[in-house]
Every structure is written in C-alpha cells, then in structure tokens.
C-alpha cells in the first residue's frame, strides 16, 4: 500500500485548491519520533512564503480542504507549520487482511517495460575479484525486484571477451608451444595472461606478433579463435561457479559480452564518419565532443578506431546502445559500472544519442558505485597487495559462519551445518554490500559482516526464525481461522503502519537503486518485531480474537522478510 502517495496526491489537490501550483511538493514523511501523527507534511512552509501567505493559516486551510478518503482518521496542525495525519486504524486492519494471503503481499505490478541491466560483466583470462561483488550483487537485486514488480527484464552479462589482451595471450601460448589448453585451469590462464603482457610491455618483437595475431583472430582464423574460444571458456567455467555459490541469476543464455558486437562494428565507425561525427586524425578515427574538456579546456576526443584499423571498448559501448536500443527496442538501460567509468559512458551516451543510435522511448542509467576498502582505507587487497580472489571470499563466509553456527549448538547434524552455513555466510557478504550505500566506499569488516546483533541479514534470518518457531508452536491454522487482524495499541499501529510500507520502499527502489533502503527497512521491521515480541504476549496472550491478531501480524512480517531477502538474493532460514 502506497499510503505516502495517496497522501500526497490529497495534499496537492487541496494545494493546487488554495491556489499552488501543479507541481508543488508537500513534502509527505513517516513522522519524527517527536511527532505522534503517522505522516507529517513538511514542504507546507516553503509553499506558502512563495504564495506570500500566512503560513500557519494557510497550513489550517490545506488541512481543512484534504479529502480523509477512508485512509485518514484526522489531521491536525502542529507549530510553526506542520501537518499530521493519522491514519486509520480500520484502514490499516483491512489493507493488512487483503496483504496476508496474497502471494506478491498485495503488491501491484508496474507499467510493463522491456529493461536491459548490463551487470557482474567480468573480463576474461582474469579470476573474478572482490571489485566485481559490487556490480554483480547490486545489480542482481534490481533485476529481482523489477521482474517482481512485473517488468520484463534482459539480463546482460557484457563480459569483456574481445579486444588487444587476445592477441598478447594467443602469441604467448603459441611462442611456448603450450599444449593441452582444455585442460589449463583459470589460475594457470591468468598467470599466463600477466605473462604475456610483461612481454608485451618490454619486447617490440612481441609486440609486432601480438598485433598480428589480434588481427588473425579478427578476420576469423580458424587456429586463432580456436585458442580464444578455449581461454573464454576456461573463464566462464569459474564464473558460473560463484555465481551458482552466491545465488547470482545470470546463467550462460545471459552471457552477451563485446565479440557479440563485432560484425557490426565496422558499420558504426564509417556511419559515424558520414554523420560528421567522427573525424580522421592522425590515423585514428576520433569523436570530438563539445561538451568533455580537459583540464586545459581543450575538447577531449574518444579514439574509436586505431591507426591498425582495430577498434576499442568504446566502440563496442556505442554499437552495443544502437543494438539495446534499434533491435531490442528496450524502453530503460541500467549500467553498474563502477564510478571510474562515470566519465567514459557519458561520452558514449552523448555519441549514441548524435548518431540517433537512441530511440525518444529509452532512458539510459548509469548507477555507479564506490571501491571496497580495508581498514586503512586503501584497496581492499591481499596482504602481499595482490586482488582478492571472490570465490576465495566466499568460502571464508561459509567457513566463519559454520564456526558461529557450532559455537550455538555443537551437536548439530554435519548435513544441516553445512546448508545453514552456506546460507549464513553467502548471505552476509551480499547483506553487507547491499545495505552500504551503493554511491560510497565502504570498509570490508569481518566483524560487522557477522554480527548477531545489529544491521546485518543473520540478525534478520533469526528474526525469521524465530517468528517461524512462534507460528508453529501456536498450531493455528490462519487459512482456516475467521478472526480479522485488530489493532489494540500503539505500537500494533506503529508495526501495522511499517509493514504497510513495503510496497513504498520497493518502488523506491525501482527508481534509485539504492538497495540499502531495502535492508534499513528489513532489518527495522526485524528489530520492531523483537521488541514488540519483548514486550507483549503472543503465544501466551489469554484474549484469543488478540492472540490471532498478533499471530497474523507476525506472519505478514516473516512473508516480508521471506520475499524482502530474496529480492535481495539472500535465502531464509526456518531454524538456526
Ligand atoms: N568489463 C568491464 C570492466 O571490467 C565492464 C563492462 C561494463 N559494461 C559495459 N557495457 N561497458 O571494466
């Protein structure tokens, strides 16, 4: 239930009444603690100096005008220019009934439109690291949570599988004579890889074959994609692995990374040119941009060919918007690139849209984020400063969590720990990364990542748990019971009002992708429970028609926490 909306929506009608213009803001919060409305207006002020009106007379006036509807039991005024609404407790019980047996928790779908996340999108020949956990866990929530709200998402893994590194890698292995690619493993790739570009580095002989093997592997050569084929495989293979450990969805059919975009590379380049878009300079063909200046207030250009007549990443971006947008015909592309890149595809975007690569329906997005740091606030790194490995990291979760899990209860089945503790550790790592916001860097804390106590998903899969334990041990069959959900105090309200919210913070969600709003809102619903659990009874509670009330109450809040963590792509568990 969008409360907020619909509040907003009767605020402005009154507004626009008493003279403010359409687009006027009322500002409509979740009250301060110092308030005891549920909602408060908090842009009435603002509105009423530009309207040069009293301010106090004109907030009574806006107040008077609102149409309560059957949401709003009153609205009072609170100094200097406050409006509160109380919202009604009817209300609340009834929408809270239409919530609880309804699979999507009565949560509408969205106007459908066809979304392309371009997400994870690791490079080849390299072990994925802890730099990929962001884009890939932040996007995979988004992509849950837009086909939840009924979108039709295109998952697009842009792994980088062509381009010069090829070249370099072919040369080498053939140089050493290496046999027996198949069976290389992504460790003896990579260590390949640095190798290679060492001697790219340092040897112009080596340089020289490097190109004229990337060339051979341009035209098709038989021999060269062979070997490429092999060495993009041998990456894949590790990739699926953590993405099947971390419960990522992208699976192979997703994979559509930059050789997807190589026959139509060619065409862009001379469109391009003929647009008077990109010019010859220097044999190199080069997008100058009126807008991107350097430091010395020179237009800055984008290289999209090079004098060997290959081209760059930048130019598979631009033919790859012209496919998202000409052939997929998709209304919204999201990116999440890592803030670096910030610069580099908004040039792409300027290009695509001079070319009129990008159709007027399209809206493209580019949702950044920061780096993953240690304690001393530089790279999160090994300690002899090499990447950390993401598979690596993955197995420590699960190795401290089954260490949290047996200091609880040693005698628990090895079966069962292992499961749990899959659970347990996969879902912190995700948890921690997604409830940091997604535009800052933040420190990677071993200690904080499995507090028991705390913003954290084990607090919230215990909560979970433990609610699960409650409505077992209480043997009622809510689907059979016919006793409605009442609510007898404040705080019931105060739950009632917050599980209510849900479907605001997932639309929310759907327009920043800030999924830690997600996780402030799970892990305050788990903590409101456990106090709330603290304070009143439930299973012992003597008034039978308040003991289903509140039992029904706590089942719409572990349906929350279920589908709310699988958004988020981390799993619940019934017993810890
Ligand atoms: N492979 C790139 C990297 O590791 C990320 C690709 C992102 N997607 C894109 N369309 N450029 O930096």
């Keep these: 239930m969008k409360i907020k909306e619909k509040i907003a929506k009767e605020t402005i009608k009154s507004l626009i009444l008493n003279g403010a213009n359409k687009n006027c803001d009322p500002i409509i919060i979740k009250s301060s603690k110092k308030q005891k409305s549920d909602y408060q207006a908090n842009g009435i002020m603002k509105i009423a100096i530009k309207l040069k009106k009293n301010p106090k007379e004109f907030a009574k006036k806006i107040a008077k005008n609102i149409n309560k509807k059957n949401i709003l039991k009153k609205i009072t005024i609170s100094?200097?220019?406050?409006?509160?609404f109380f919202v009604s407790s009817k209300f609340i019980e009834k929408e809270l009934e239409n919530m609880i047996f309804c699979k999507r928790l009565n949560i509408k779908k969205q106007n459908k439109k066809k979304i392309v996340v371009d997400y994870s999108s690791p490079n080849i020949a390299k072990n994925m690291?802890?730099?990929h956990l962001r884009s890939t866990v932040i996007g995979d929530t988004i992509v849950r949570i837009m086909e939840f709200l009924g979108h039709n998402v295109i998952r697009e893994n842009h792994i980088g599988d062509w381009g010069h590194q090829y070249g370099m890698i072919i040369t080498y292995i053939k140089e050493k004579n290496i046999k027996n690619?198949?069976?290389?493993?992504?460790?003896?790739l990579e260590n390949i890889y640095k190798k290679s570009k060492t001697m790219f580095d340092n040897f112009e002989y080596f340089k020289k074959k490097s190109k004229k093997s990337l060339i051979k592997?341009?035209?098709n050569n038989k021999k060269y994609i062979y070997i490429w084929k092999k060495i993009v495989n041998i990456t894949l293979l590790e990739n699926k692995k953590i993405y099947k450990i971390l419960n990522i969805t992208l699976k192979s059919k997703h994979i559509k990374g930059e050789s997807f975009y190589k026959n139509m590379l060619k065409d862009v380049i001379s469109d391009l040119?003929?647009?008077k878009i990109a010019k010859k300079?220097?044999?190199?063909?080069?997008?100058?941009?009126k807008k991107f200046k350097n430091k010395l207030g020179k237009k800055m250009g984008v290289i999209i060919q090079n004098e060997d007549k290959t081209f760059l990443y930048s130019t598979i971006d631009i033919a790859c918007i012209k496919h998202?947008?000409?052939?997929?015909?998709?209304?919204k592309i999201i990116y999440y690139i890592d803030y670096r890149q910030k610069r580099y595809l908004k040039q792409i975007i300027e290009i695509s849209k001079k070319a009129k690569y990008i159709n007027k329906?399209?809206?493209?997005h580019h949702y950044e984020f920061g780096t993953i740091l240690n304690k001393k606030n530089k790279p999160f790194m090994t300690r002899k400063g090499k990447t950390i490995k993401l598979y690596d990291l993955i197995k420590k979760s699960i190795k401290k969590s089954k260490k949290i899990i047996l200091k609880k209860n040693n005698k628990i089945n090895k079966k069962i720990l292992n499961k749990t503790s899959k659970i347990i550790g996969v879902g912190a790592i995700k948890y921690f990364e997604l409830s940091k916001n997604r535009k800052k860097n933040y420190i990677f804390n071993w200690k904080k990542i499995l507090k028991l106590y705390g913003n954290t998903s084990i607090y919230i899969q215990y909560a979970y748990s433990r609610i699960f334990s409650i409505i077992k041990k209480s043997k009622i069959n809510i689907k059979k019971i016919k006793d409605k959900i009442i609510i007898t105090n404040s705080e019931e309200k105060k739950i009632s009002i917050k599980i209510l919210q849900f479907e605001e913070i997932i639309n929310d969600i759907s327009k920043n992708s800030y999924p830690h709003i997600l996780c402030n809102y799970l892990y305050n619903l788990s903590s409101n429970f456990s106090k709330f659990y603290e304070k009143y009874y439930i299973l012992s509670e003597k008034n039978k028609k308040i003991k289903i009330s509140r039992i029904k109450l706590i089942l719409i809040i572990s349906k929350i926490i279920k589908i709310g963590l699988s958004l988020l792509g981390i799993k619940t568990i019934k017993k810890i």
């Design 281 to 289: 300079k220097n044999g190199k063909i080069i997008v100058y941009l």
């Design 273 to 275: 040119i003929k647009k």
């Design 217 to 219: 592997m341009y035209k």
């Design 324 to 331: 998202r947008s000409k052939i997929i015909k998709a209304n």
């Design 129 to 131: 690291h802890v730099g």
């Design 181 to 188: 690619i198949s069976k290389m493993n992504l460790e003896k």
């Design 361 to 364: 329906n399209l809206s493209i």
């Design 79 to 84: 100094n200097p220019c406050f409006i509160n």
